[in-house]
């Protein structure tokens, strides 16, 4: 073996050390003037603690930017951007902060914070059939103001999810059975370029921009306003049911049949999380359900009694603060994973047995939690998604029913980390591979879902989508201003010029 040379090591040290020195330099910088003219928060005020604790992750709510920018509308979001890209700063943005990966929408010392929650506004249009949400809005926020007009929106599930983060990943809400992902529901985006240009993207301005952002991560702009149309809502019939584990068989085997009902009967939403709870100290599976339909009840998912049972007809904002509830008990420290397959009654079963065998040695450990979640993908879900307001770059066909696959592990003792991630990986991992075995693996990765760790982008959007969102990204952001300053969320590659980036796929964790 060569002898290393001292010199290149020498000059990697050097690198590193003007990189951190110089991006302090002027991160510091960016902050100072942005104080001059946006309310900023410094490390040691009580709004940036606050701020931190907004975090849904702790991982996240770890990292101490240099200064937390506040911008109440886009011109403030403008000026940010363009002092950012003038003093080549490096920043990350949060609306509700609840990615659950470190550095998803929160960035270290060598950057600043842009926390989008003043940019809070909410208008209804004249004729009620839409409704224009500030980006920094939380779906409670959104729920509370349209419930009264006996409207909604199709939105997220649980109420301190934030709107941003939710639209431009996708967004899978319980109304998405009848009218698709949250994104393709979005009529107006209101953004912020790179140059700090703020423009509106629907069908007939800037059109090629309003296709990518509905499948867009941190890739084409800061949006500050989303325009989202609204359907008539009343009480619904809903809750959650609790049953033992060993209900699991016939559990899978009833979403199996639902999902192909979801096509006939899309008024309806459910899906499986086979969990360990901390407070029965077994295993359990939860399954939320809604059914707008309020003039029957809705058919039993197994013969079996639940163990537990809330569902009821009542307001939808009081089956979400029930279902935020479910949040504390899988807050902490995070890995989640997530996996497309298609439909099947068997695979999830068996993950199953697998994750109770992984995680057997961890399971007396406090503030420990760990569960599998099976969610439809039904074709007329996706049929919707794609054919609605022009679309969305997603690879996705409706050809088929599919399983969303998530993994999530929680954890409140730092010092578990590095083993509970092992185990999560682990899992993920190996299911992918019984996925291709069994001929069942679809290339989607459902981005709200995924660990930083994922090419959730890259995989979910295909070749022909991949080089149509390269040149629109070439249009909007040539100096690839947000590709070098933006940190955070899952980036597009050209896999042609750039290097390989850190991500992975699932059998390489
Ligand atoms: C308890 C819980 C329940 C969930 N339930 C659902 C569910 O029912 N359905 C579902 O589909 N997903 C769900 N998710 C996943 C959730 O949708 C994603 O984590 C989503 O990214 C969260 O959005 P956020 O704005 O809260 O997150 P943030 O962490 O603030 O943002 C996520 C990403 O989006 C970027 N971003 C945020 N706002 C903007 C903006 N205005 N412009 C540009 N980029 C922006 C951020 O930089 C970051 O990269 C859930 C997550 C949790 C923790």
Redesign the pocket.
Known sequence: MRPLSAKPILFLIIKWFSDVVFAHGNTERCCKELSSSLHVATPGSQHYDTHLNTY?SLDQGRMQPACVVFPSDASQVSTAVSVASHHACRF?????????WIG??NIGADGFAID?ENINTLTISDKGDSVALG?GLRWKDVYDYLEPLNLTTVG???S???????I??????FLSYRHGFASSNVINFEVVLSSGEIVNANSTSHPSLYWALKLS??NF????QFTMSTFPMNNVFGGAQVFAIEESQALVLSLVQSTASLNKNPDQSLGLLLTWSAAVQRYVVWAPRIQVDTSSVPPPLTSASPLLDTLRITKLSDIFTEWSGE?SS?RGYNEWLTLTIKIDSQLPLDIFVKGQALFGPFIERAGYHWGFAVQPLSRRMIRESMDRNGGNPSSLSPNEDLFVLLFVSSWTDPADGEEMRTVIRQLASWSQQEAIERDLLEDFVYM??ASGVQDALMRSIGPENLSRMLDIQKQYDPGNVFGTLWS??FKLRDPTVDVADTRRDISEL
């Open positions: 849904f990350a943005v949060k609306s509700g902060g609840h990615m659950a998803a929408s989008l980006s997220g599930r649980m301190g999810v934030g709107v941003g983060g939710f431009l990943g996708g967004g899978i809400s991560s941190t702009g800061i949006v500050t949040e899988i709200n879902y955070g969320g």
